[in-house]
């Protein structure tokens, strides 16, 4: 595959923007069983090799995974406050848990797990997310977690995007782009007004 | 109304982040007519007088405005940088746009058009957003807006929290509190696990 035409322009954003750690944050919305908006702010793990998709960790126990078994769609928000420009990219979500029967994508989750710091790995380990805190909430010693062999609670959630919009601040007016993949797979680019 | 027990977290947030002018950006996500999320960074421009309705402004002529009028409800995700902390507010979004016929809520607009900046009024005389850019696009002079009197295209955007999750990352583990807002208009506040 390819690379998208706009996988260049979110490179030199990282590169520009790379003093600030919050630059590899972005903002993942889904949608609820009710029909409601989700939306929090996750890491980008890189992108898978040898593609266009976008790489996530999240808990088996967290809530965005019911949404998204309820429905595959995410669209990220990342906006970078060096170069000010932000980046909506919305697609396909796809989540790799210890269950997932496909090679190439379980032999991904076990790379993202060792790629990890240690301390991000022993957050799988914690009490469960958003149950009352209690006083016998033990936490896991960090030095006991495999480094070669991920938590069952670790999924690897990717991000397929199909439409991207990028949208530069500075200039005036304002420059934004918007890249479209057709059911041929090819990118359409349109620069649109802001 | 009495003033909701997370402000005071928001509050302090804001100012001690007051040195990053994206402080006041945050990611308002949405749902779209086909059901999928939408996400963008909006900027924060204060709250409505005497409540706890969080004001943003949009053009009419956004992508956000269908969505709103297909279902009222967004999630906002505001990540601090600086004391590295998240909040989240889930609630009602309410469009007051020129024909809303709410005298106060047409007041707020109207301030909310005052305090904005000259180059921010100018964006509402810009030609149509996400139209093909056009070599016959004409851009509006800033000296000719009327600082007391809305452009047409001007809509406040209010979102009514009913749910918020705070989170902050210092701490090991991670601190992490909800407040809910019961049928009777009370906050109920609960520490949750991260």
């Known amino acids: 595959m390819s690379l998208a035409p706009w996988r260049s322009y979110l490179a030199r ?6 003093s600030q750690p919050h630059s590899r944050y972005f903002q993942l919305a889904t949608v609820q069983g009710d029909g409601y ?5 996750v890491v980008f793990r890189g992108f898978v090799e040898d593609g266009n998709q976008l790489k996530i960790i999240t808990d088996v126990r967290s809530e965005k995974i019911i949404q998204i078994h309820h429905q595959a769609r995410g669209e990220i928000c990342w906006y970078f406050t060096v ?6 990219l919305a697609g396909e979500l ?4 210890y269950n997932h029967p496909d090679p190439q994508l379980q032999a991904a ?10 301390n991000a790995r022993s957050q799988f380990t914690w009490a469960n997310p958003g149950e009352p805190k209690s006083m016998n909430t033990k936490y896991f010693p960090i030095s006991d977690i495999d480094r070669n062999k991920p ?3 670790f999924c690897l959630l990717l991000l397929d995007p199909v439409r991207v919009d ?4 500075r200039g005036d007016p304002q420059n934004r782009c918007l890249y479209i993949l057709d059911n041929s797979g090819i990118w359409n680019t349109t620069e649109v007004n802001p």
Chains 1, 2 share one sequence.
Request: glycine content about 0%.
């Open 13 to 18: 954003a990282l590169q520009k923007n790379r």
């Open 37 to 41: 908006p989700a939306n929090r702010t």
């Open 83 to 88: 170069t000010r420009e932000q980046f909506r």
């Open 94 to 97: 796809t989540l790799v848990d």
């Open 109 to 118: 989750r076990y790379s993202t797990w060792e790629q990890i710091s240690d």
């Open 151 to 153: 938590s069952d609670n």
């Open 166 to 169: 990028h949208l530069q601040l």
